[in-house]
């Protein structure tokens, strides 16, 4: 079948079975979305390609399929990068489709030129520059396979205007050939017996479960493992949702701004067992005094984010998924073999954390932004799906609002881009109709991609974005706060006058818009917006210098939280009773 | 520690360019790099000398094996491999010394490949330490320019 490099694209595309696009046409990428007129993929046309990006990847999480967005050359290509980088870091599956000048002009600094294939590669976990059309079908299979397989990232294909107006005869490969990519997927036997034994060994044994859990879909075998062996579990910001936690077993989230119990297990746990998480900077605090006890099981998709930061005594590279079946069956089999010790003591000193440290704030006069996010989730029956902008909404988000299941908490983990949330929450509406998405924002996060006000009211996609707004930078004013000597330098978003005010832009935008300042008129605005059927912002004006607690100052060691109830220290680490945070 | 690595790639626009960006990016120095093709015309091979402790060349190995271009990585021990590297050197000679700059090459089993009225250019292949010692002895003369190709190997055998 003869067709142009522009319908061979969007042919492909359907064969992958995309079902919606994200994106911004332009000069190079005119003969693309000429062809993407008759197509019945969906088409959403964004404000700013950033906006694109993140909407693919909001998509992309929710429905575990690859996003899609697409922009044209140069300004359209560097627009996609703030989204590229954020899917790369969070792993989450992503086609990026660019515009290239023709292939007679690349390097001659051409109008709308801009080296996307060089400015990606560090962003992306692969990039095509296309420069014969008879490669068309198989790059975009190829980056698919790519894109969704092993470690999912988000993968960049770079067209010249030349190429998708050239004639190609179509023909489509029934596997992709990549001599140098095969993801190991089956853990290795003899690894996964050893982890077995030192599970059923262990006498404080706790889960670190990490986004690699939702993205192999290994929350069912997570349950198991967890619930079969009575062992904790604490969740990172991306895996939320991998493990109930309503269950009695789980710790919630733990680093900096994780639970107590969860950051105190892993400073007494003797075996920490790692799954589909990498041990990052804001997991780990003071990399030097990590998990001291702990002999570490590291489960991963990744070899290269084995030992990386932590040293693990028993690796196994496979999918989280089938790793933690076998995992599950060898504990099974070796369980009458192996004398496991007594956990109980264990298990009430854990409880006992639990129990006396539980996530709270001082219940003010004002409107508190935890209460606000409680509140949603008491409304929403904790069936919501929640995305996040960046800071301290983010991690009020994070904390109060437990998760049950996967895949229905949206947030910019690795990268922390502001201004994600809102974009991300388009996607994920679309890609899930019939559920309910909210976005809680910070007022300075939404204002990064506000303009998508427009996308989400014109292609009807009724997301409820309730904004934190404390007039403040939060995030970085709390930092000033604590490590700054309150010198709130660059942080606070108000002079005399508020500016914007977002109830009159959500209404300019054909949005409905709601103002809240009482406590007392929180759920009925939450009310409001759920049984509104157009897109909804809540402004919420809450108490502008709360802070998010606990914490662990950036560098210190776990159990060195601070916020309200400090827990005496030297309970645990008393050499360490003297030392300040920082 | 110096390690040798022979990294065999899809010989495809644009590999040489990721390859120096990951070692730029996580901070691996490169202290060689070879490039060329191979027996097979679309897989080229790259002869890398890093200079890692053992932990960060586990890193190393596992941060290449992502580049999907990426074929096979070999940590090549060099009790199993040969490794050549060949320098090309431009000396200044005059016709009282000519003759001797000859004799030390010939030593080496060089080659003069170049000869002028103030200079000669040799040309000498070997392991690193026959390379050094060949440029201690003829920096006396005075070595106007050198060159280097960079260290590449096979493992023995099989
Ligand atoms: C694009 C981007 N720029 C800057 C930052 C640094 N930063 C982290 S949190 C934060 C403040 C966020 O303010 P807001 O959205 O109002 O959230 P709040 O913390 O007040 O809830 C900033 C500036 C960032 N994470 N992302
Ligand atoms: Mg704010």
């Given at each position: 079948?003869?067709?142009?490099?522009?319908?061979?694209?969007?042919?492909?595309?359907?064969?992958?079975?995309?079902?919606?696009?994200?994106?911004?046409?332009?000069?190079?990428?005119?003969?693309?979305?000429?062809?993407?007129?008759?197509?019945?993929?969906?088409?959403?046309?964004?404000?700013?390609?950033?906006?694109?990006?993140?909407?693919?990847?909001?998509?992309?999480?929710?429905?575990?399929?690859?996003?899609?967005?697409?922009?044209?050359?140069?300004?359209?290509?560097?627009?996609?990068?703030?989204?590229?980088?954020?899917?790369?870091?969070?792993?989450?599956?992503?086609?990026?489709?660019?515009?290239?000048?023709?292939?007679?002009?690349?390097?001659?600094?051409?109008?709308?030129?801009?080296?996307?294939?060089?400015?990606?590669?560090?962003?992306?976990?692969?990039?095509?520059?296309?420069?014969?059309?008879?490669?068309?079908?198989?790059?975009v299979q190829e980056a698919f396979y790519i894109a969704h397989t092993g470690r999912p990232g988000p993968v960049v294909i770079d067209l010249p205007v030349d190429v998708s107006r050239a004639e190609l005869e179509y023909r489509r490969r029934e596997h992709p050939v990549l001599r140098g990519y095969k993801p190991t997927v089956k853990g290795h036997k003899k690894q996964i017996r050893m982890a077995a034994r030192a599970i059923l060994e262990s006498r404080s044994p706790v889960i670190y479960a990490g986004g690699g859990v939702i993205t192999a879909g290994a929350e069912g075998e997570l349950k198991k493992l967890a619930a079969g062996n009575k062992i904790f579990v604490a969740h990172t910001l991306m895996g939320k949702g991998a493990f109930p936690e309503s269950h009695r077993l789980s710790l919630g989230m733990l680093g900096m701004h994780g639970t107590r119990c969860a950051n105190y297990a892993i400073c007494e746990t003797d075996l920490i067992v790692a799954v589909g998480a990498r041990f990052d900077d804001r997991i780990t605090g003071k990399l030097s005094e990590f998990a001291p006890k702990?002999?570490?099981?590291?489960?991963?998709?990744?070899?290269?984010?084995?030992?990386?930061?932590?040293?693990?005594?028993?690796?196994?590279?496979?999918?989280?998924?089938?790793?933690?079946?076998?995992?599950?069956?060898?504990?099974?089999?070796?369980?009458?073999?192996?004398?496991?010790?007594?956990?109980?003591?264990?298990?009430?000193?854990?409880?006992?954390?639990?129990?006396?440290?539980?996530?709270?704030?001082?219940?003010?006069?004002?409107?508190?932004?935890?209460?606000?996010v409680e509140k949603i989730h008491e409304i929403t029956g904790g069936n919501a799906i929640i995305c996040t902008e960046v800071g301290q909404n983010q991690m009020w988000a994070a904390q109060f609002y437990p998760m049950e299941k996967p895949r229905r908490f949206v947030s910019s983990g690795g990268l922390g881009t502001m201004g994600f949330g809102f974009p991300a929450s388009i996607g994920a509406q679309l890609g899930r109709p019939g559920d309910l998405v909210f976005d809680i924002a910070g007022d300075?996060?939404?204002?990064?991609?506000?303009?998508?006000?427009?996308?989400?009211?014109?292609?009807?996609?009724?997301?409820?974005?309730?904004?934190?707004?404390?007039?403040?930078?939060?995030?970085?004013?709390?930092?000033?706060?604590?490590?700054?000597?309150?010198?709130?330098?660059?942080?606070?978003?108000?002079?005399?006058?508020?500016?914007?005010?977002?109830?009159?832009?959500?209404?300019?935008?054909?949005?409905?818009?709601?103002?809240?300042?009482?406590?007392?008129?929180?759920?009925?605005?939450?009310?409001?917006?759920?049984?509104?059927?157009?897109?909804?912002?809540?402004?919420?004006?809450?108490?502008?210098?709360?802070?998010?607690?606990?914490?662990?100052a950036p560098g210190a060691p776990l159990y060195d939280m601070i916020g309200d109830m400090l827990y005496p220290v030297e309970k645990i680490h008393p050499e360490k009773a003297e030392e300040p945070f920082l | 520690m110096k390690h040798t690595l022979s990294v065999l790639v899809e010989n495809?626009?644009?590999?040489?360019?990721?390859?120096?960006?990951?070692?730029?990016?996580?901070?691996?120095?490169?202290?060689?790099?070879?490039?060329?093709?191979?027996?097979?015309?679309?897989?080229?091979?790259?002869?890398i000398v890093v200079d890692v402790e053992e932990h960060s060349l586990e890193q190393v190995r596992k941060q290449l094996h992502k580049l999907i271009n990426v074929i096979e990585i070999t940590d090549l021990d060099p009790e199993t491999s040969v490794a050549r590297e060949m320098v090309m050197a431009k000396i200044k000679v005059d016709a009282g010394n000519r003759s001797?700059?000859?004799?030390?090459?010939?030593?080496?089993?060089?080659?003069?490949?170049?000869?002028?009225?103030?200079?000669?250019?040799?040309?000498?292949?070997?392991?690193?330490?026959?390379?050094?010692?060949?440029e201690d002895l003829l920096k006396p003369y005075g070595i106007r320019e050198l060159v280097r190709t960079g260290k590449v190997a096979l493992p023995r055998g099989k």
């Open positions: 079948m003869r067709l142009t490099g522009a319908r061979a694209l969007v042919k492909s595309l359907e064969d992958e079975g995309v079902e919606v696009i994200f994106g911004i046409p332009g000069g190079v990428m005119l003969p693309v979305f000429d062809a993407l007129y008759e197509s019945r993929m969906r088409k959403v046309l964004t404000r700013h390609e950033q906006g694109a990006a993140h909407a693919a990847d909001g998509y992309a999480r929710v429905t575990g399929r690859v996003g899609v967005c697409m922009s044209t050359s140069g300004p359209g290509a560097t627009n996609l990068v703030t989204g590229i980088a954020n899917a790369y870091m969070d792993s989450v599956p992503m086609v990026a489709i660019s515009g290239q000048v023709a292939t007679n002009l690349i390097g001659t600094d051409a109008f709308q030129e801009a080296d996307t294939t060089g400015i990606t590669l560090p962003i992306a976990k692969h990039n095509y520059l296309v420069k014969d059309p008879a490669d068309i079908p198989d790059v702990a002999r570490v099981i590291h489960i991963d998709i990744d070899p290269a984010e084995i030992s990386k930061n932590v040293r693990a005594h028993i690796p196994i590279v496979g999918d989280c998924r089938q790793v933690l079946k076998e995992l599950n069956a060898a504990i099974r089999e070796l369980k009458d073999e192996v004398q496991s010790p007594d956990r109980r003591e264990w298990d009430s000193l854990v409880m006992d954390w639990k129990e006396k440290y539980p996530l709270t704030y001082e219940k003010g006069p004002g409107l508190k932004p935890q209460y606000v300075g996060s939404f204002q990064m991609t506000m303009q998508e006000l427009a996308t989400a009211v014109l292609e009807g996609a009724p997301v409820k974005v309730a904004i934190l707004n404390n007039g403040y930078l939060g995030m970085v004013r709390q930092w000033q706060q604590l490590f700054y000597n309150r010198t709130y330098s660059c942080s606070c978003l108000e002079r005399e006058q508020e500016s914007p005010d977002f109830v009159a832009l959500a209404e300019a935008f054909g949005a409905k818009g709601i103002r809240v300042t009482d406590p007392d008129l929180v759920e009925a605005a939450i009310v409001e917006a759920i049984e509104t059927d157009c897109p909804v912002l809540i402004d919420f004006r809450v108490e502008p210098e709360e802070n998010v607690y606990p914490m662990v | 495809k626009p644009g590999v040489l360019a990721r390859v120096a960006e990951l070692f730029a990016r996580r901070g691996f120095n490169i202290e060689s790099l070879a490039v060329g093709t191979t027996e097979k015309p679309d897989i080229s091979r790259m002869t001797e700059v000859i004799e030390i090459a010939d030593i080496f089993r060089g080659n003069i490949i170049d000869v002028s009225s103030e200079s000669i250019i040799v040309e000498v292949t070997g392991n690193a330490p026959k390379l050094r010692a060949f």
